[in-house]
Nanobody
């Protein structure tokens, strides 16, 4: 019904940058909040950033000042620009979106498959 496709993950050296993208497709009437979680090996999944439909953003303290979340509503896409990357940023990054599908009055969260980000020291 709704699919989120992520791209942009990879291997980068400490101090470098990556830009993650997540595009939603399907029978979409509207998208509310979008955002990102991450999960490092052996650790609990951690919320990273979110952005509302009107562009209001929030960030985890661990990434504030380094990461920037944005969205392109025309493309149903959310981005995560990651600068000044640190080894502790290494994780699988998952995007999510609160989607109201056509004909429904309810908003449901959908998740991407995850993309690996590895930061070497």
């Amino acid at each position: 019904q709704v699919q989120l496709v992520e791209s942009g993950g990879g291997l980068v050296q400490a101090g470098g940058s990556l830009r993650l993208s997540c595009a939603a497709s399907g029978i979409i009437a509207s998208i509310n909040a979008m955002g990102w979680y991450r999960q490092a090996p052996g650790k609990q999944r951690e919320w990273v950033a979110s952005i509302t439909s009107t562009g209001s953003t929030n960030y985890a303290d661990s990434v504030k000042g380094r990461f920037t979340i944005s969205r392109d509503n025309a493309k149903n896409t959310v981005y995560l620009q990651m600068n000044s990357l640190k080894p502790e940023d290494t994780a699988v990054y998952y995007c999510y979106a609160g989607v109201r599908t056509t004909g429904s009055r309810y908003v449901k969260d959908y998740w991407g498959q995850g993309t690996q980000v590895t930061v070497s020291s």
